[in-house]
């Protein structure tokens, strides 16, 4: 009989008016991996947050081990035994400290740990951690100073090292390349054998079906439909999430209009192969490619982050060449970046000031910020992309991630632009929101070029009329988006097939 771990009864929470969970019934078993799913909204989160100590509920009982359950704070959730991996990687990572710090803090902050810190013993055992999770980086070296990937493989791996019996990650793999997020299932894989209860969050199909053991579906703050028959029920778990069913829904290719931004012989790295590429006005360009192939990059390149390596740009046939993103929004290219927790989101402002930021002179009247035309803008942008919210006053924190992430985007949909630039637009969106963010950019993308940079394949064939692969910095593929050969493109996304090819169909 498979042992029952964690069991949660007739939960419900409210915040003033806003019901965000209505009895909910749940359970995780010892070596299972549960798949949570639903839209934005419908509830997640906070059943997350209740499990690991961040929110107490309002009615209902959990159950750990068979006693009752009912963490004061996080810490207290941990001590239990229940470990969580948030979506925000900061959650997980103290940036200023080292790798081997952050690993092994828990173990210095036990009441015997005493008052010295030995230094070599700290790596070495933090150098044993890393190892198995594939970590090959220094562990003297600052979690602030890694990239987004490593520093969502440090956070899992500080989650590791606590031993629990209940892990839960949230869109664990959303940063990872393929290559870390298969290291990220075989450890799941081994915890699994170990007796390890996981719930595992996430939007990604390809993440549902190498993962699930069973698949719990939320919507409106219910459980919407559980699937534990093999073989799962990958269509009637979209069904459940969404209340409806989803059908593919085909690209009727933009007619691409004047150039808009040109790149003459451009290097997205010092020693890169040089690219040439245009954009119209019209036209969305997918540009795909796994986690350091040069997308991400060449974004920064062209917003005026980063300068290139060498080459050209021109943007309605004049010499472009911005040294700050300032310079790059008054040229009229705009940028909405990934990672939208350290990147876009201000915390502390609200939904309408949030959406406004770049604007502000917008909303201006003889030098006086107006409320009330800042309001209105945003109202329209909420209904426009469907944003799940009270008001556009609302704290931007009290939204999931998804809503955020449909302001951050509809933030830069507020004034015509001339290139719209949008770098991995649906990171930790769910398949309905999906779809409204790629409506809505599409919608109003005539009179501007749009480069869409994107990890997987599936978000690129929902949006693009032409879609670029880029592999190590160079463009080695270039699709219209009809009748794709799709054995060419996952061959040139995962650097199989390195040799240019264009506009390759069946």
Not at 123 to 151: N, W
Request: aromatic share 4%; hydrophobic share 40%.
């Amino acid at each position: 009989m498979r042992k029952l771990v964690c069991q949660l009864q007739g939960i419900n929470k409210s915040f003033g008016q806003n019901h965000v969970l209505r009895g909910v019934d749940f359970s995780l078993f010892a070596g299972e991996i549960v798949v949570l799913m639903g839209a934005n909204g419908a509830g997640k989160s906070t059943l997350v947050k209740l499990i690991c100590g961040y929110h107490t509920l309002d009615d209902g009982s959990m159950a750990l081990d068979g006693e009752p359950y009912q963490p004061a704070d996080p810490a207290s959730a941990i001590a239990a035994g229940v470990v969580t991996v948030h979506q925000s990687i900061n959650d997980g990572v103290i940036p200023d400290l080292d790798i081997s710090t952050n690993l092994m803090l828990d173990q210095l902050t036990k009441p015997r740990a005493g008052l010295w810190v030995r230094d070599g013993r700290l790596r070495k055992d933090a150098q044993a951690v890393a190892q198995s999770m594939g970590i090959t980086t220094d562990v003297r070296t600052r979690v602030a100073d890694l990239g987004v990937a490593d520093r969502q493989m440090i956070a899992i791996a500080r989650a590791m090292a606590r031993a629990p019996k209940v892990l839960i990650l949230d869109e664990p793999t959303s940063s990872l390349s393929a290559a870390e997020a298969e290291r990220l299932f075989s450890l799941l894989d081994t915890l699994r054998q170990q007796g390890v209860a996981i719930l595992y969050i996430s939007h990604r199909m390809s993440d549902v079906r190498r993962v699930a053991d069973r698949i719990v579906c939320m919507r409106d703050g219910a459980i919407s439909g559980v699937f534990a028959d093999q073989p799962l029920d990958y269509d009637g778990a979209v069904t459940a999430m969404l209340g409806h069913s989803i059908q593919e829904t085909g690209i009727e290719l933009a007619s691409a209009g004047k150039p808009v931004l040109a790149l003459k012989e451009l290097c997205i790295e010092p020693d890169s192969t040089p690219i040439d590429f245009t954009a119209n006005e019209g036209e969305i360009v997918a540009i795909t490619g796994l986690l350091g192939s040069g997308k991400s990059r060449l974004a920064d390149i062209l917003f005026g982050i980063k300068p290139p390596g060498a080459g050209e740009m021109f943007l309605d046939n004049q010499p472009y060449q911005p040294n700050t993103c300032a310079q790059a929004v008054e040229a009229g290219v705009f940028m909405s970046p990934k990672d939208r927790s350290s990147n876009a989101v201000v915390p502390e402002f609200s939904i309408a000031n949030n959406m406004s930021l770049p604007f502000l002179n917008m909303f201006c009247r003889w030098g006086i910020l107006s409320s009330r035309l800042q309001k209105s803008a945003s109202d329209q942008m909420i209904d426009e992309l469907g944003i799940v919210c009270q008001s556009a006053n609302d704290d931007i924190n009290t939204l999931s991630g998804g809503n955020q992430q449909k302001v951050i985007v509809g933030r830069w949909l507020l004034k015509p632009c001339r290139v719209l630039l949008l770098d991995e637009p649906f990171q930790g969106v769910d398949i309905g929101a999906r779809r409204d963010i790629g409506r809505r950019i599409r919608e109003t993308s005539d009179n501007r070029a749009t480069i869409v940079f994107v990890s997987e394949t599936d978000e690129a064939l929902e949006i693009a009329d032409r879609i670029l692969v880029l592999h190590e910095s160079r463009v080695v593929g270039e699709h219209v988006n009809q009748q794709i050969n799709m054995d060419a493109l996952v061959e040139q996304v995962s650097g199989a097939q390195v040799t240019p090819s264009v506009a390759t169909s069946s």
